[in-house]
Each structure stands twice: as C-alpha cells, then as structure tokens.
C-alpha cells in the first residue's frame, strides 16, 4: 500500500481569489483548482504531472497572509497543460475550512514547503515527516473539527 501523499496548494489572495471560494461553494462534484494560466513553475507543472493522484492530501496556503486555511484531497490525479484544470479537489462539503488555520509562525516553522527552500510554485511537496507533524497541529489547534480531520487525513 502506498504511503498518503501530500501537498500544498499556494494561492496569493491579493491577486484576487480566496480558498473561501473553494470551501463555501455548494458545487456538488469536484472542484477544479488552476489551470496553465494560473500555474506556471515549472516544478508544480511536473509535480502535477507526475506525481499528483487522485486521493492525495492538499493543504490550502494563503500566501500573502500565510496560513493553511483548510485540507482537502484531490478528486483526480494531475494533469498537464492544455487539458483545463490541472486537479480536481474534493466536492466543498468533503473538505475541511480549519475553524484555527496554522500559521506561518510558529505553526509552519521547519517545514520547508512553506519555505522559500522549494522555490514559489503554486504546488509543493510535503515530506511524511513534515505532514504527521502538520496533523497533529491541525488536530490539536481545532478539536471540535477532529473527526472530520481524522477521516479526511487518514
């Protein structure tokens, strides 16, 4: 059995779009997120490509304001350009809207996809290690939301 995959997907809200758009949607099928327009690094575009797949876990970055603001899997594997959206995420009320996002300081410190270390692409890996840490944040900064986290992260 392959080990859960994760990533996270960064969006700049001063360019105009937020999460909430994502999280408060009533669309009732998956959710497509970027296109080639919107995702230009080269290495997002291969992580998409090659590495993204259906079920994998997204942790959604607000960059400008940094913090994680929700969780969510992916409802497709990635796909390359010239196809439309580049992933399709879980239909909105699969997801989770953190009641406590994590926050760049302290909560984000060491791990290095929410780092310039990896560069700024829209899509970045989270290592296992760096994710079970993340988990347990997100658990025990939003207990009234735990079920629904354990479901969704396990």
Request: glycine content about 8%; aromatic content about 10%.
């Amino acid at each position: 059995m392959n080990a859960l995959r994760a990533w996270v997907f960064k969006i700049n809200t001063k360019r105009g779009w937020e999460f909430d758009a994502y999280f408060r949607s009533r669309l009732s099928g998956p959710y497509e997120m970027g296109d080639e327009g919107w995702i230009k690094s080269a290495s997002s575009l291969r992580y998409l490509r090659d590495e993204v797949r259906k079920g994998d876990v997204f942790l959604c970055y607000e960059v400008d304001r940094r913090r994680v603001v929700g969780v969510t899997r992916a409802a497709s594997d990635g796909r390359d350009v010239g196809m439309g959206s580049l992933v399709d995420f879980l239909r909105p009320r699969g997801a989770v809207r953190l009641e406590y996002p994590l926050l760049r300081r302290p909560d984000l410190d060491h791990i290095l996809a929410f780092g310039p270390e990896r560069g700024r692409g829209t899509v970045q890996r989270i290592e296992p290690d760096e994710f079970r840490r993340l988990r347990r944040l997100m658990l025990a900064k939003n207990p009234k939301q735990a079920a629904k986290l354990r479901r969704l992260l396990s």
